[in-house]
């Protein structure tokens, strides 16, 4: 077993500090989460700050993308990490160039349209200046989350779906991430579907607002101390852990203010947390242990290590991987007690954090994801109508075989006498007998027997053969019938 140990510091994350040119510590890192999983140490860190705004615009501004043949990326991420760097020199289709836009949710703008897709505005300050851009994004990579304790991005995300544009993960896998009792719902039907000591969930109660807290209180009062999460708990804030039922009933108070749900689960001795990922094919697994002293293992200082995979973590990311119609980005983060028993307490989308040092592998990982999924979902309109013809002169070729002829051929033409309304029109040579008369010219000889199965329809044999009088003289008797009563 491979080990990549590295010890975490506390401190802010956000900030100019981040750029400073300072040779990190070895090991040095923060696990307090901001508004972006993007961890500090990318590769925007080794440029001075000054150059964010000529960085973030870079991929657009070089003179050797080509406007007619590329596609436009949008990576939704803070400036910590510059994507553009992952896609530099990539090519689509061939000798289509990627053009990377990047920008956080809380920089964008859109309208989106039915029949146009969706036009995508980017306001910045770089360098002390106002930046606006306007673009069609053909592709979406969203690695910052659409939803936390501070903010809701669902407008934009509607935007995008309304848009069709696709991404990784898909829109509706991000929409249906947008509240965590939801996305525990759909755990909970995996743990009961292979069990719970296949699929260790941890134990969770769901109230949709304080009242409910109150009245069922004394339910998990033998279940003390308990963590309870309010709303869309997120990267450590909204959770609160209570001792007993007097704090928990003051904290029902707190729910109330906010009106809106709330969950409750065991409160488990952590030895250490894990962090179970997949990126397409490839699999991670990470354990991290607060340095601390704090509950939360996520804030504050933290060991991690990278351990290895086994059928057992594999299995529990295979199967939420296939959650929401499919995660080519997914995490499931757990617990192990002290007792030794582990316990699922989420899982996360395309919005999962990046740890330790395989950062930088794991952005590849991701491009090339990325670059996957548009080289099949981002086709020129000239090149999927190229394959329409060739798949149509394909089909011509089949049907243009003898056999096929003889099936499909309109040409032969209708009788003379027949107009397009199906009747047959009457020659001057032609008397009009009395009713129920039959003019002896119109008889009908006895009838031939059929054609043997291999022989071509009537309709398509040679004017004048034994097929078509037989066929003809059937409709002059029958049209002879009508003209009669006429």
């Not at 965590?180 to 769901?206: C, H, M, N, S, T």
């Amino acid at each position: 077993m491979n080990f990549l140990r590295r010890r975490f510091s506390s401190g802010d994350l956000q900030g100019e500090a981040n750029e400073k040119e300072d040779p990190p510590l070895v090991g040095a890192l923060n696990f307090k989460k901001g508004p972006s999983p993007s961890a500090p140490n990318s590769p925007s860190k080794s440029a001075p700050s000054g150059n964010i705004g000529q960085r973030f615009f870079s991929s657009t501004a070089k003179p050797t993308i080509n406007k007619d043949r590329c596609k436009t990326l949008l990576v939704i991420d803070d400036e910590h990490t510059d994507w553009s760097k992952y896609f530099r020199g990539k090519k689509l289709f061939g000798d289509w160039d990627i053009r990377v836009e990047q920008a956080q949710f809380s920089e964008l703008n859109l309208a989106a349209y039915s029949d146009s897709g969706a036009m995508v505005d980017i306001q910045v300050t770089r360098n002390g200046n106002k930046v606006v851009r306007s673009f069609k994004p053909d592709f979406l990579l969203i690695r910052q989350h659409v939803r936390d304790a501070h903010e809701d991005w669902r407008n934009l995300l509607l935007g995008f779906k309304y848009g069709a544009i696709p991404s990784v993960n898909s829109l509706s896998a991000e929409y249906n991430f947008l509240d965590k009792p939801w996305v525990f719902a759909q755990l909970i039907d995996i743990q009961k579907r292979l069990g719970k000591d296949v699929f260790p969930l941890i134990e969770q109660a769901y109230y949709p607002n304080h009242k409910e807290m109150v009245s069922n209180m004394w339910l998990i009062t033998p279940k003390f101390p308990v963590v309870v999460k309010i709303g869309h708990a997120h990267s450590g804030l909204g959770k609160v852990r209570i001792a007993n039922h007097y704090d928990f009933q003051d904290l029902a108070g707190v729910v109330a203010v906010t009106k809106g749900y709330s969950t409750t689960e065991p409160f488990i001795d952590a030895k250490y947390d894990l962090h179970i990922q997949k990126i397409g094919n490839s699999y991670k697994a990470f354990m991290r242990k607060s340095l601390s002293g704090n509950w939360k293992a996520n804030t504050g200082s933290a060991m991690l290590e990278q351990i290895a995979m086994n059928e057992r973590f594999k299995l529990w990311v295979d199967e939420c991987s296939q959650l929401f119609g499919g995660l080519d980005l997914v995490a499931v983060e757990a617990i192990q007690g002290k007792d030794g028993k582990e316990h699922i307490i989420e899982v996360n989308g395309s919005s999962m954090t990046l740890l330790g040092e395989a950062q930088e592998e794991d952005r590849r990982l991701i491009a090339e994801l990325v670059l996957a999924k548009m080289q099949t979902m981002c086709k020129p309109v000239s090149m999927s109508l190229s394959k329409a013809t060739s798949s149509h002169a394909i089909m011509h070729q089949m049907n243009g075989s003898p056999q096929n002829q003889a099936s499909s051929s309109p040409s032969v033409k209708p009788p003379q006498n027949r107009p397009a309304d199906g009747l047959l029109q009457q020659s001057p040579n032609q008397s009009r007998g009395p009713p129920g008369h039959q003019p002896s010219h119109m008889s009908n000889p006895p009838p031939q027997p059929f054609p043997a199965p291999n022989a071509a329809p009537p309709g398509l044999a040679r004017m004048g053969s034994r097929d078509e009088e037989d066929t003809m003289k059937n409709l002059r008797k029958t049209f002879a019938g009508i003209f009669g009563d006429m």
